[in-house]
């Protein structure tokens, strides 16, 4: 077989397994190495352990072309590849940096394993000097050549295999002339197309990241606060989110109000940024007001859902659309749906939730602290008010009159904006969403 390269993935977390999967698409021979045997085992058997659209076909058809191979065995993966992507968990420590014991560990075992020139590719999301210290690490356990690069990730959950086959930008942090044409090579597919490829230094890349991702937080953050404030003076936010997405210095794309942002990756590394800064005596003042603003946007409901009951919503049975953090995903990290139950669940209420993909991660995060719904009129049954936490697609045109006979009264509070008002208008529903008129019926 003809490969274009052989690559080693080390991690097979969220981001290993979409990398893995797509350089083995691109025609290179990917051996995936992760510790956990029993992942690693169900992986050769096909089982894809997380869930991502159009990711299961992708990984079994590159399974079956002999192109994407899994092993506990580091040492056997390296001795084949002369690319060794590093994917490895960068959680943040106690007090929000990111932990790279991980990334360092492997480090470790590359300098001691290796036995001719790699290169080591950071594709995690890791603070600006990190590949410099896997540098050290790595030489210091080795006089054999070698480079590391940074290469960040930028794809969205629910979005994977789109946006790892078809991204915005390649960015490449590598200094050396020799890494650089290796990393030309894998993306050549992608630069044969059009999509750019842009090369700078290592702190710059690992940088690009978190910028990236801090502003976008902003840019919703903002649009949080430009839609409270359209209900304080009357104002419309879909209306001005239009009237402003138009400039194309704007955009359409992350104007969307609703309750925070969460996942991965958006709080995480506004949080690490936030540090990163203060380690240098630098205070990231717009991403701090950005933090506080989407810690008080997640539960910004709560106090609405209080007030519709007169101050006082112990023993209320409320009904939960949605779990994720967004559609099309599991990932219930960060969620703003846990925000607002936890608080809900303090002041007395009940819950009752629907969701048909990250259900069972909330129930084994919450156990019976709630009630899980098998479909979502089901969630219904004597509810009180509706509360949709994710914009789910099988929740954006309901049978409303079936859900006015499940619910006890005709309440939505929409945390995501899923109806144009006049639908729950017509409807009879009360209907509270985020910086747009409260409907009263
Ligand atoms: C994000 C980045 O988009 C991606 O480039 C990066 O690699 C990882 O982090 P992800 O966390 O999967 O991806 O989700 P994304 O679609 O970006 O949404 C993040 C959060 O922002 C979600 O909670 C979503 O509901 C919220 N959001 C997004 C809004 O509230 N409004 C918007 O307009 C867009």
Not at 82 to 107: H, N, R
Request: charged residues 25%; proline residues 4%.
């Amino acid at each position: 077989k003809t490969y274009i390269l052989n690559i080693t993935i080390v991690g097979t977390g969220y981001v290993g397994l979409v990398t893995g999967t797509t350089l083995a698409e691109l025609g290179n021979s990917v051996y995936c190495v992760d510790i956990d045997e029993k992942k690693v085992e169900g992986m050769k058997n096909g089982v894809v352990p997380i869930y991502e659209p159009n990711l299961e076909e992708m990984f079994l058809r590159n399974i079956q072309a002999e192109r994407l191979f899994f092993t506990t065995n580091l040492k056997e993966a390296l001795d084949k590849s002369e690319v060794i992507y590093l994917a490895l968990p960068t959680p943040p420590g106690e007090d929000g940096s990111a932990d790279l014991s991980y990334v360092i560990k492997v480090a470790n075992d590359i300098g001691e394993m290796m036995t001719e020139y790699k290169v080591v590719v950071n594709k995690s999301t890791v603070p600006v000097g990190t590949a410099d210290k896997v540098r050290e690490v790595i030489s210091s356990k080795t006089q054999i050549p070698f480079d590391v690069v940074s290469n960040p990730e930028f794809l969205r959950e629910g979005f994977a295999v789109e946006d790892s086959m078809n991204p915005a930008r390649v960015v490449v942090g590598a200094s050396s002339e020799k890494a650089q044409d290796i990393m030309a090579k894998i993306y050549q597919p992608f630069t044969n197309t059009g999509i750019p490829i842009i090369f700078m230094d290592e702190k710059s890349s690992e940088l690009t990241k978190y910028a990236a991702n801090s502003f976008l937080a902003v840019k919703i953050t903002f649009m949080n606060e430009i839609a409270n404030y359209c209900e304080k003076v009357g104002a419309d936010v879909d209306k001005v989110r239009l009237g402003m997405g138009s400039d194309d210095r704007i955009g359409q794309r992350f104007l969307f109000p609703g309750i925070g942002y969460g996942g991965s990756c958006f709080p995480k590394d506004v949080k690490a940024l936030i540090k990163s800064g203060k380690q240098e005596d630098f205070n990231f003042q717009i991403l701090e007001a950005t933090e506080n603003v989407n810690i008080a946007q997640k539960v910004i409901l709560v106090s609405e859902i209080e007030k519709y009951f007169g101050g006082n919503i112990e023993g209320k049975t409320i009904a939960f659309w949605g779990l994720a953090f967004k559609a099309n995903t599991d990932d219930i990290r960060e969620a703003s749906s846990l925000d607002n139950i936890a608080l809900l669940l303090e002041k007395g209420a009940k819950i009752v939730a629907y969701d048909a993909v990250a259900e069972s991660n909330v129930q084994k995060l919450l156990g019976d602290k709630i009630q899980y719904a098998k479909n979502m009129y089901e969630a219904l049954e004597n509810a009180d008010a509706l509360f949709i936490a994710t914009e789910w697609s099988e929740f954006k045109n309901p049978n409303f009159e079936l859900m006015a006979q499940k619910m006890n009264g005709k309440v939505i509070f929409d945390g995501r904006n899923i109806y144009p008002l006049e639908i729950p208008e017509q409807n009879g529903f009360y209907y509270k969403s985020i910086g747009r008129k409260t409907i009263l019926n």
